[in-house]
């Protein structure tokens, strides 16, 4: 069984800064991929930012030059930090992992439970 479990979400005024973390822990062959996606109300999910394994980045246009992802590996951890927060910034977080349990298995992605990230004076 594979977790995702999410931290540092909360309540911040505009131009404020949040650092979410994200581990993965269970049955973990290999992580392909992790990222960060958000939901907003009566808005569908989007990408926030993602990494893959070689390290290589890449992110939404809305929240270039303020958001970063990173992970670490050896902890199977992804973090973003994000910086010059805007109250349209407000939504769900959700981690993602597209990873393999096994060898033998194809990889498929994983999701956190979510945590709320709010901007407002």
């Known amino acids: 069984q594979v977790q995702l479990v999410e931290s540092g979400g909360g309540l911040v005024q505009p131009g404020g800064s949040l650092r979410l973390s994200c581990a993965a822990s269970?049955?973990?062959?290999?992580?392909?991929?992790m990222g960060w996606y958000r939901q907003a109300p009566g808005k569908e999910r989007e990408l926030v930012a993602r990494?893959?394994?070689?390290?290589?980045?890449n992110s939404a246009d809305s929240v270039k030059g303020r958001f970063t992802i990173s992970r670490d590996n050896a902890k199977n951890t992804v973090y973003l930090q994000m910086n010059s927060l805007k109250p349209e910034d407000t939504a769900v977080y959700y981690c993602?992992?597209?990873?393999?349990?096994?060898?033998?298995?194809?990889?498929?992605?994983?999701w956190g439970q979510g945590t709320q990230v709010t901007v407002s004076s």
């Open positions: 269970g049955r973990i062959f290999s992580i392909n991929a």
């Open positions: 993602n992992a597209n990873l393999q349990v096994t060898a033998s298995f194809a990889s498929r992605d994983y």
């Open positions: 990494i893959i394994s070689g390290g290589s980045t």
